[in-house]
């Protein structure tokens, strides 16, 4: 028998990343596992691994970067421990936070790597833009002396 | 800046009573799951801003310079995630605050301009069910608030304008703050 000379590279059981509007679209968290495939190739279905009684079809596109070849074993929070490495969590009178603190900057920049193509409107400075405005505005509120300023 | 905003008043007292404590999170829905419970399911929220205090939980959305509009369930959502959300501690008083190009009406995709309130309810019908939807109208106007980008700008300036700071180098720094919110705006 032959051997195949392609390994397949979405494997039932690898865990991936699943990008911002197929979570929007489907409910689902960042990290997702493959469980089957579908009847369309270009899709495969999926379950959040944190809660996996979640479970849809995606389009394989839509997958970001595998970070693990087999869910056994692979812990969610370990990945988001190490992905969110360098912030700094919420203060203590909100425990229960999963807002995080973060540079006004790196957000922004974040945010705006999900835009794709449309990133090029960026090329004036983001001038009028909603995502920048409030960042421009709303980082030099943050960093004033508020009780100074808190005269109406 | 929030003082002098429009609408709910107990909650931007509260809010400006406590603005030295106040914690920004930008664009937190850029990593979060932010959702609010509906219907068909939960739903995912992108707030521009979460500002929480030990009383109060603000959510602001902050509309761009150009003509931009909000989705037609977008007030409703970002309104009951504010009073919903996950993080939010029971003492903390929620507050949804609006930065607009101009006052109220606001644009709504497909709906034309509406009242904010208008907006918030028809959302918040298609949302939520009938036997939830009492006592919703009383809690926009209690926690819902707007100010405009030219009203943040002004106030700013006057309260710069009005501070008297001896040493030039802080005076020179919050001045560098004050003109860079100017010059963006």
């Known amino acids: 028998m032959s051997k195949p000379n392609r390994k397949l590279t979405y494997p039932i059981g690898s865990v991936w990343t699943l990008g911002k509007p197929a979570q929007a679209e489907t409910g689902l968290g960042k990290i997702v596992k493959i469980v089957g495939k579908a009847e369309d190739f270009r899709r495969v279905v999926v379950v959040d691994c944190e809660h996996p009684e979640k479970k849809a079809e995606v389009r394989i596109k839509n997958l970001g970067n595998k970070l693990a070849e087999c869910a056994k074993g692979f812990d969610p929070g370990s990945y988001k421990l190490a992905a969110n490495r360098g912030r700094i969590t919420s203060k203590a009178h909100d425990p229960a936070a999963h807002t995080v603190k973060h540079s006004f900057v790196g957000r922004l920049l974040e945010e705006i790597s999900y835009e794709g193509k449309k990133v090029r409107v960026y090329r004036d400075g983001g001038l009028g833009r909603e995502n920048v405005l409030t960042t421009e505005v709303f980082q030099a509120l943050d960093f004033m002396p508020r009780t100074l300023f808190s005269v109406k | ?185």
Not at chain 2, 124 to 138: A, D, F, K, T, Y
Not at chain 2, 159 to 183: H, Y
Request: proline letters at 4%; a positive charge.
């Open chain 2, 1 to 185: 800046m929030i003082g002098s905003s429009h609408g709910s008043t107990r909650g931007c007292a509260l809010l400006k009573q406590e603005a030295e404590s106040a914690e920004f999170s930008l664009l937190p829905g850029t990593h979060s799951n932010i959702s609010v419970e509906a219907k068909n399911g939960r739903k995912t929220v992108q707030p521009d801003l979460i500002v929480k205090t030990k009383s109060v939980y603000c959510v602001v959305e902050a509309k761009g310079l150009r003509r931009s509009s909000f989705q037609h369930r977008q007030l409703a959502r970002e309104f009951r995630l504010a009073h919903t959300a996950e993080d939010k501690i029971p003492q903390q008083t929620p507050l949804l605050l609006l930065v607009l190009t101009r006052p109220p009406l606001v644009l709504i995709q497909g709906k034309g301009r509406q009242s904010l309130e208008t907006a918030i309810m028809a959302g918040l019908r298609e949302e939520i069910s009938p036997e939830e939807m009492s006592g919703w109208q009383e809690k926009i106007r209690e926690t819902v608030t707007w100010i405009t980008w030219s009203d943040i700008d002004r106030i700013v300036q006057r309260n710069f304008n009005a501070m008297n700071i001896a040493d030039r180098s802080v005076q020179a720094s919050i001045k560098r703050l004050v003109q860079s919110i100017s010059e963006f705006h």
